[in-house]
C-alpha cells in the first residue's frame, strides 16, 4: 500500500476519486445526460440510491456500531430529536424559510466533505506543515465556491435547483467577481505547491490532489458550464455519496473484520450487496413516503400510489421535518465522526491501519 493511498490505489481510484470523475465524463460523453430535467429512471439511480441512501450509510458508524453508540449514547438519542423540533420551528415560520435553511446547510456539508476528504489524505501522508494545509485548504474551498458564487448571480436563470425553487438567494454580481479570482489564485498556489514538494521530497500525494482536481471538475462542470438539472444531479451526488458508502465500508471492513456477527459479513467483500441493499431499501422506503405525503412528482416509481386528497399544511408542518431528520442527523454527525483529533479513537486504526487494532468489538 502507498502512504498517498488510503486503502489501496485500486480502492481509491476505483470508489473514492474515480466516480466523480466518470461521472464529468458520463455527462460530457453524452448528450442525454444533459437533458434540462432529471428522468424518472435518472432520478431514481442518482438521487434516491446514491444520495438518499448514501445519508443511511452514516448508521453504520453510529447507531449500528455498538460500542459506538455507547460512548456517545446521548449525543446519538438527541441529535435526531433536536432536527426535527429545530425542523418544526423553522417550517412553522414558512416552507420557503425552512427549504433555505436546510439547502445552505447541505451546501456547507458537501464542501466541508470534500475538505474532509482532503484532511484524509494528509493525515495518511503524514502531512503536518501549516502553510501547506492552508494552501490545501483554499484551494478545495475555492473549487466549490467559485461555481458556487456564478449560481448566486441569477439563481432563478438555472435549470436545476438544490431542493426546490427559490431555495438559493441572489447575490451582487461583484461575488462572483471575488470569487474568481480566489478560484484561479488558489488553484495556481496548490499546483505550485505540490510543485515545490516533489522538487524537495521526490513524493506526490496523489490522493489529495486527486479530491482537488476531480473536486474541481464537478462542480464547474456540473453547476458552471452545463444548465442541466440531469448533469448537475448526476456530477453532484455521484461525487458525494459514492466515496462516503466506500469509505463507511471500509471503516466497518477494518473495524469488524473477522467478527461473526452480521455486521461482519456485510462488511466482507461478498457483503457488499447486503451492505448497500438495505440502504437501497431505506432510501426507497423514505422517499415512497416524500412521494406519497409531498412531492407527489415520482408516482410511477412507487408502483403509482397517490393521495386522492390534498395534504393539510398544518400535517406538513409535522412530516416534511419529519421526514429530513435522517438527513439532517447525518449532517451532524457526519461532523464528528471522521475527527483525528482524538475524539474516535478508532479511526486511525480503521482507516489507515495504523495504531493499535481497536479492543473486540461488541456485536451485541
Known amino acids: 500500500m502507498r502512504p498517498e493511498w488510503i486503502a489501496s490505489t485500486r480502492f481509491d481510484l476505483g470508489l473514492i476519486i474515480g466516480p466523480p470523475v466518470a461521472a464529468v465524463l458520463l455527462v460530457l460523453a453524452l448528450p442525454s445526460m444533459r437533458a434540462v430535467e432529471t428522468p424518472g429512471w435518472g432520478w431514481l439511480i442518482f438521487v434516491v440510491f446514491v444520495d438518499v441512501a448514501h445519508v443511511y450509510s452514516s448508521l453504520y458508524r453510529t447507531y449500528f456500531e455498538p460500542d459506538e453508540f455507547a460512548r456517545r449514547r446521548l449525543f ?24 433555505r435553511v436546510l439547502a445552505y446547510v447541505a451546501v456547507f456539508h458537501f464542501i466541508r466533505q470534500q475538505y474532509g ?3 484524509v489524505y494528509r493525515h495518511r501522508a503524514g502531512e503536518r506543515s501549516t502553510s501547506s494545509a492552508l494552501v490545501d485548504k483554499c484551494a478545495i474551498y475555492a473549487a466549490m465556491v467559485y461555481p458556487l458564487a456564478l449560481w448566486h448571480r441569477d439563481p432563478s436563470s438555472r435549470n436545476f435547483e438544490w431542493f426546490m425553487e427559490g431555495d438559493f438567494v441572489q447575490l451582487p454580481d461583484w461575488v462572483a467577481t471575488g470569487a474568481v479570482v480566489f478560484y484561479a489564485a488558489s ?44 448533469a448537475f444531479t448526476v456530477t453532484n451526488v455521484v461525487a458525494h455519496g459514492v466515496p462516503y458508502m466506500a469509505l463507511v465500508w471500509l471503516y466497518g471492513r477494518r473495524r469488524w473484520a473477522g467478527n461473526p456477527s452480521w455486521r461482519g459479513a456485510i462488511h466482507r467483500p461478498a457483503g457488499v450487496g447486503l451492505f448497500v441493499g438495505l440502504l437501497f431499501a431505506l432510501a426507497y422506503a423514505e422517499e415512497g413516503l416524500w412521494e406519497l405525503f409531498v412531492w407527489q412528482e415520482h408516482a410511477e416509481v412507487f408502483l403509482g400510489m397517490a393521495l386522492n386528497f390534498e395534504v ?7 412530516l416534511v421535518p419529519l421526514f429530513t431528520v435522517p438527513q439532517a442527523t447525518h449532517y451532524i454527525l457526519d461532523a464528528r465522526i471522521w475527527k483525528f483529533d482524538g475524539s474516535n479513537p478508532n479511526l486511525r486504526y480503521c482507516l489507515f491501519l495504523e495504531g493499535a487494532a481497536p479492543a473486540a468489538a461488541n456485536d451485541s
Not at 435526531?80 to 414558512?94: E, K
Not at 496548490?190 to 462542480?219: L, M, Y
Not at 393539510?312 to 409535522?318: E, G, K, N
Open 76 to 99: 446519538y438519542l438527541a441529535t435526531p430529536l433536536a432536527c426535527f423540533l429545530g425542523g418544526v420551528a423553522l417550517y412553522s415560520v414558512g416552507s420557503t424559510v425552512f427549504w
Open 117 to 119: 476528504f482532503v484532511m
Open 187 to 230: 488553484l495556481l498556489l496548490f499546483a505550485a505547491r505540490q510543485v515545490q514538494v516533489f522538487a524537495h521530497t521526490r513524493t506526490v500525494n496523489w490522493g489529495k490532489i486527486g479530491i482537488v482536481g476531480s473536486t474541481a471538475a464537478v462542480w464547474y462542470v456540473g453547476i458552471a458550464l452545463l444548465d442541466s438539472d440531469f
Open 312 to 318: 393539510p399544511s398544518w400535517v406538513l408542518t409535522i
